[in-house]
């Protein structure tokens, strides 16, 4: 199965992003790169145009049972997923009776499966969303989204609201996650560390363009933006140029950077979009 985006475009935000998703990918960006955007176009909270194809089918057209089962989430706040008058147990249960799973205690039992995995403590099942710490909300969250298996993972920001500690102990759990299921990731974050930790493909946003694609994005970074990115050297203010989106923060840029758009070069297993490599 194959998961391609085809020129989705949310106006303002995300322009013509376009990606083939075949393995555990990274989207590496800031807060107003894009990522966001992906994520809500996919599971219809926005206004987009484009194509979303799964298995060459249009998504964005199609009902929303393949939800949960074909395609799940985390959001970056994970109390997006819960309702708070409902203990955890309840929303298990009402999905997996929405998804044809009509026996509730095997529908608990899955559930627990999962908490195994994850390391979350069975007790947890019946307490409300309100009463849970920030870190076993994350993983409340990751269990729900994936104990029907669906076949893409989506997981946005994975640092919000965790401190180090946390946030190390989250990405050990997603890796156990995927060592027990057969699931594709599809990792949203601004933190180099994590995406290399988590994806194999990477492709970095900035200001609703993928400037910069491929294998070890991170290890051997080629764009200005993604090297500012991972140094940490980023200016303050993320300005937008009238050629390359980057030209007035990128401290190579030139008068021709300022007035041309580059294309997407391919530099074998890397793309980058960069008047710097003219080859």
């Not at 199609?62 to 997006?80: C, N, R, T």
């Not at 608990?108 to 403590?121: M, Q, S, Y």
């Not at 601004?190 to 194999?200: G, K, Y």
Request: hydrophobic share 40%.
């Amino acid at each position: 199965m194959t998961l391609k985006y085809e020129c989705l475009t949310v106006e303002g935000k995300l322009n013509c992003f376009t990606l083939e998703i075949k393995e555990d990918t990274g989207i590496l960006g800031q807060r107003d790169s894009g990522k966001e955007e992906v994520i809500n176009a996919t599971f219809k909270l926005t206004k987009a145009s484009g194509k979303i194809l799964l298995d060459d089918v249009d998504i964005m057209s199609k009902g929303d049972k393949l939800y949960w089962e074909k395609l799940s989430v985390v959001f970056y706040d994970p109390m997006k997923l819960f309702n708070p008058i409902y203990d955890i147990a309840s929303h298990f249960i009402e999905i997996g009776i929405s998804h044809d799973m009509e026996n509730e205690e095997l529908i608990l039992e899955t559930a627990k499966e999962v908490f195994k995995v994850l390391n979350i403590r069975e007790e947890i099942l019946y307490s409300y969303p309100h009463q849970l710490r920030s870190l076993e909300l994350k993983k409340v969250a990751l269990a729900l989204a994936s104990f029907l298996e669906p076949e893409y993972l989506f997981i946005d920001d994975i640092e919000y609201n965790l401190n180090e500690i946390e946030i190390g102990l989250l990405v050990n759990s997603i890796i156990d996650l995927k060592e027990t299921f057969d699931i594709n990731l599809i990792v949203f974050d601004n933190d180099p560390a994590v995406i290399s930790r988590l994806a194999d493909y990477i492709a970095v946003l900035y200001r609703g363009e993928v400037v910069e694609e491929g294998y070890h994005v991170i290890e051997y970074p080629y764009h200005p933006y993604t090297i500012d990115l991972i140094e940490g050297n980023l200016k303050e203010e993320n300005l937008v140029g009238e050629g390359c989106i980057y030209s007035k923060n990128c401290k190579y840029s030139t008068y021709k950077c300022r007035l041309t758009k580059p294309k997407m070069v391919n530099l074998g297993e890397r793309y980058v979009k960069c008047l710097g490599y003219p080859w």
